[in-house]
């Protein structure tokens, strides 16, 4: 049994730039692949086999070479890559098959290029993580080749099995004393299980009169045994009063926590004005009853 997700189909180009090794240039090259993310389910000893998609955006012939490496996400939420020759849980290179000859591509062409990935009977439950690039292979004489960018779609599989999906609220960071709106709100949620999954957390702000308001939190993939911070923003642009925000986290088997503050919110912009017009009215109408005396008329 196996199932696929395909995310963000399209270009690949903020992708590249975070991935792309330069070098002195003469010209800039481009690759573009899609889908960028695969998100799929394979049982142990049984095989996935789809298709990655990778293009020529140049007026020139460009040549690329098929690669893949393991990567790992770190506290920080940034991509790490894992040598080959790195003690890695995760590893799942060995896994992918893929054609690894050198495919030379014209102007404005795509080719479709098929790879495998056989899970061992072996293999453990839980998640395991790669990319698929694609590298532009310099010619001899350096024509036309500037950069030499390594674009890829990353791989994010689990293993079925006996997983667990549990995961804990860490933090709720929101300022004590709000100003003024929007504002934003950041969630810390550590996975705590075997696999990766989605994050699902929401945010309520209640005050002590009136509608309670629910914001949901970005969606994240969170990955085993590590910290990622979910945001979401109270978009209400003058809050006033004083308000209980607490946040929700359900993990990915359906649990939830909740983790609550409390915050008081003055918008000095709009109180400050108001406040100077008031006393600038109530002095004001005082001097003018110092200063003259209405007096009524009698018939």
């Known amino acids: 049994m196996m199932r696929s ?15 792309c090794a330069s070098f002195a240039a003469a010209a800039p090259v481009g690759v573009t692949v899609a889908p960028i993310r695969y998100a799929v389910n394979v049982d142990p000893g049984a095989s996935y086999e789809d ?30 890559w894992v040598p080959s020759d790195v003690e890695n849980p995760y590893r799942m290179v060995d896994w992918i098959e893929i054609d690894r000859s050198i495919v030379t591509l014209k102007p404005h062409e795509e080719a479709r290029i098929p790879f495998t990935i056989r899970v061992p009977r072996a293999a453990t439950a839980g998640g395991r993580y790669a990319a698929i690039f694609f590298t532009a292979v310099l010619n001899n004489q350096g024509e036309n080749v500037g950069a030499v960018p390594r674009v890829g779609a990353l791989v994010i599989l689990n ?9 804990n609220l860490t933090s709720l960071d929101i300022p004590r004393f709000v100003a003024g709106g929007p504002v934003s709100m950041k969630v810390g949620y550590l996975n705590t299980g ?106």
């Open 194 to 299: 075997t696999t990766h999954y989605e994050s699902n957390v929401s945010v309520s702000i209640r005050g002590l009169i009136g509608k309670t308001t629910v914001v949901q939190g970005e969606r994240r993939f969170v990955y085993p045994n590590i910290e990622r911070t979910i945001t979401a923003q109270w978009s209400r642009a003058f809050p006033f009063g004083v308000y209980r925000v607490t946040a929700t986290a359900v993990d990915g088997s359906g649990v939830s926590q909740i983790m609550e503050r409390w915050v008081v919110a003055v918008p000095f912009r709009l109180v400050i004005p108001a406040a100077l017009i008031f006393f600038a009215l109530f002095f004001g109408l005082r001097w003018f009853r110092s200063k003259f005396k209405i007096v009524r008329a009698s018939v």
């Open 5 to 19: 997700t395909r995310f963000l189909s399209g270009s690949i180009v903020l992708f590249a730039a975070f991935l």
């Open 51 to 80: 298709v990655i998609t990778v293009a020529n955006p140049n007026d020139f012939v460009l040549r690329v070479q098929p690669e893949f490496q393991d990567f790992r996400v770190t506290d920080g939420n940034t991509i790490q």
């Open 159 to 167: 293993v079925n099995g006996d997983l667990t999906r549990t995961g």
